[in-house]
């Protein structure tokens, strides 16, 4: 944190001036609220779609290494070479779920940025005096 004997006269005077600009307008405040709450919801959603698929793929794992091992315990004392089979195909398919894990978290982080890179160029276009130029919804 900065220390207080760094400023200056002017930087003090210029900082209380902000101060009570952004304090004295609550129109300031209010469209970044929105802007903010609405972001903090998609990304809200994002998070819940993202950890429900990755239960539910640990969950089929889970099931599948049950079953595996189903088939191991019934072919094991006479093929040692399906036992490898098995074992290979449930990894194969874990492997797999971690890279649809690797990719929806990769897709889940874009979308979320997405929602906070929206509020900020809605509050650019407003904050520029140009409100047409702002990004809504329906205009990127």
């Not at 990769?106 to 997405?114: L, S």
Request: proline share 5%; hydrophobic share 40%.
């Amino acid at each position: 944190m900065a220390s207080r004997e760094n400023t200056t006269a002017a930087d003090e005077d210029a900082l209380n001036a902000a101060q009570v600009e952004f304090s004295l307008n609550p129109a300031f405040f209010a469209p970044r609220a929105q802007d903010y709450w609405t972001a903090q919801e998609q990304i809200l959603k994002e998070l819940e779609n993202f950890t429900s698929a990755w239960f539910r793929r640990r969950h089929d794992a889970a099931r599948s290494m049950v079953e595996a091992r189903s088939r191991i315990a019934s072919d094991a004392p006479t093929d040692p070479a399906s036992v490898m089979r098995e074992i290979s195909e449930w990894q194969t398919g874990v492997m797999e779920q971690l890279a649809q894990d690797a990719k929806e978290y990769a897709d889940m982080m874009a979308r979320c940025a997405g929602a906070l890179v929206q509020g900020a160029g809605v509050a650019k276009g407003e904050i520029d005096g140009e409100p047409e130029k702002a990004a809504t919804p329906d205009k990127p």
